[in-house]
């Protein structure tokens, strides 16, 4: 590998690794085979964020294009995948490229560790936080009461003991964030969702009875929280597993968010209150 191609490889990595420590998704285009006169090599990086937004290249030219509208894809199914060009002059002339080969690219998602803000460091919280960092979350737990929120309680997560609604509204949400409302009361829930309302996230969920539920949902629709955003919350939180005790609640939201995580269609049901 040449100097230049290590220097350009640095690059994407360096991108990549920012990303995923931002809780964003990246992809990864990689050419793999390559025969006759192309713009690149075998082993040419570029990273491909969900935005479109690139480093590194694999020589540019609408096969790039094409290439990363099929990363951009494969960010959504999670499959990876193998693209073949053909520079032809055809594609030459409209790429602007001198170029007459052929080459393979492989185009690899890769998911950040997804984020899960625990708003609220009640009982459910305690299990929740504990259950989801050991299925692969990456866990930030918020409350406003030390005496809740601490390491000693949460040593699997980070702590924030802040206001909540300010917090909320101060914090930039990366899009793959996951979010679970399980504070001490439908007030603060209803104060945490007005806060994030309208953001662009993985998954929200609510804790509560479907009455508690519909006492919220009826306080926002005063158009604080847009009712298309709200629809989409997962209120009551969880899969509907019977669930009564604090673990068993947490097992359930545990699973829902697996589901959504992996492209599955979790169901609804009874849950019980925050505690």
Known sequence: MTPYNVRMNEEVFRALADALERGESAAVVTIVKSSGSTPQRVGAKMV????????????GGCYENDAIGKARLA???GKPTIAS????????????????GRMEVFIDPVEATPRLYIIGAGHISLHLARFAAAAGFRVLVLDDRQKFAND?????????????????????????????VVTRGHRHDM??????????LRYVGMIGS?????????ALA?????????????APIGLAIGAITPAEIAISIVAEMIAVRRGAAPGGGRRGEAV
């Open 48 to 59: 491909v964020h969900a935005d479109g937004r690139t480093a590194g290249t694999i020589g």
């Open 75 to 77: 960010m959504e199914t």
């Open 85 to 100: 060009y053909d520079l032809n002059e055809d594609l030459a002339a409209e790429s602007g490229l001198v170029c007459g």
């Open 152 to 180: 000693e309680r949460f040593p699997d997560a980070e702590i924030v003991v802040d206001e909540i609604p300010g917090w909320l509204k101060r914090e930039s949400f990366p899009r793959s964030a996951f979010v679970a």
């Open 191 to 200: 104060d945490a969702l007005r806060s994030i309302g309208g953001r662009e």
């Open 210 to 218: 479907r009455a508690k539920v519909a006492r919220v949902r009826e």
């Open 222 to 234: 005063d158009g604080s929280v847009p009712a298309e955003w709200l629809d989409r919350v997962h």
